[in-house]
């Protein structure tokens, strides 16, 4: 079974801090992908890696980064986190060229006060 | 840029069947995916389209059809654990094949 698991499922921080939220997946996944879930939003896309250290902006990229330095870790950063980043976060990860079949994480809920 | 539009909210008895549907705006399309979130959960996917017609997967079919730019997931024998939200997701390229999301419809399955 495809494994995808993120570091924390309930996070609070303060706005200005800096947050840190960490996926790994178990099935040597070349793909790996940061969305935002808010409701009746669906899932958008914050940023997308294809292979260690290549980064790929999605939909709303911007008050975020990411860093990929080993295949099965996918870390998301809040340089300074605000509160309309309060939301759940979830990781996802595919198979090269498969992108339309992905496997979640259980998701990261994140208040930011 | 892509659209996608499903209906918030559909509710249906045991038993029965349901038809979730999606309709879709963009360029460059690949495919249409369907995926499945229980509350607290995680999604997980469902079913892929390319290509037009139905796919059916046990319970759960889907279809497409891309002159329409539509689609639809069928349950069948709807079960209590199928209430769920069900996302629909489209694949273009010019979203440099990632997949964009629909907002969600949530399936309220009654006794």
């Known amino acids: 079974d495809v494994k995808v698991t993120q570091s924390s499922r309930y996070l609070v921080k303060r706005t200005g801090e800096k947050v840190f939220l960490e996926c790994v997946q178990d099935?040597?996944?070349?793909?790996m992908f940061w969305y935002r879930q808010d409701p009746g939003l669906g899932l958008r896309l914050i940023y997308f890696s294809y292979d260690v250290k290549m980064k790929e902006k999605g939909d709303i990229p911007e008050g975020y980064s990411v860093s990929r330095e080993k295949k099965e870790r996918f870390s998301l950063i809040l340089e300074s986190a605000s509160t309309n980043q309060t939301s759940m976060y979830l990781c996802?990860?595919?198979?090269?060229?498969?992108?339309?079949?992905?496997?979640f994480g259980p998701g990261t809920r994140l208040t930011v006060t | 840029g892509q659209s996608l539009e499903q209906p918030s909210e559909v509710t249906a008895v045991e038993g029965a069947i349901v038809q979730i549907n999606c309709t879709y705006q963009?360029?460059?399309?690949?495919?249409l995916s369907w995926y499945q979130q229980h509350d607290g959960g995680a999604p997980t996917f469902l079913s892929y389209?390319?290509?037009?017609g139905l796919e059916e997967t046990g319970r759960f079919s889907s279809f497409l059809s891309r002159s329409d730019s539509y689609g639809y997931l069928l349950l069948q024998e709807l079960q209590m654990k199928d209430s769920a939200s069900y996302f629909c997701?489209?694949?273009?390229?010019?979203?440099?094949?990632?997949?964009?999301f629909g907002g969600g419809t949530r399936l309220m399955v009654k006794p």
């Open positions: 389209n390319a290509l037009d």
């Open positions: 099935m040597d996944h070349e793909n």
């Open positions: 996802a990860s595919s198979l090269s060229g498969q992108y339309y079949e992905q496997y």
């Open positions: 997701a489209v694949r273009a390229n010019n979203a440099g094949n990632m997949l964009t």
């Open positions: 963009t360029s460059g399309f690949y495919g």
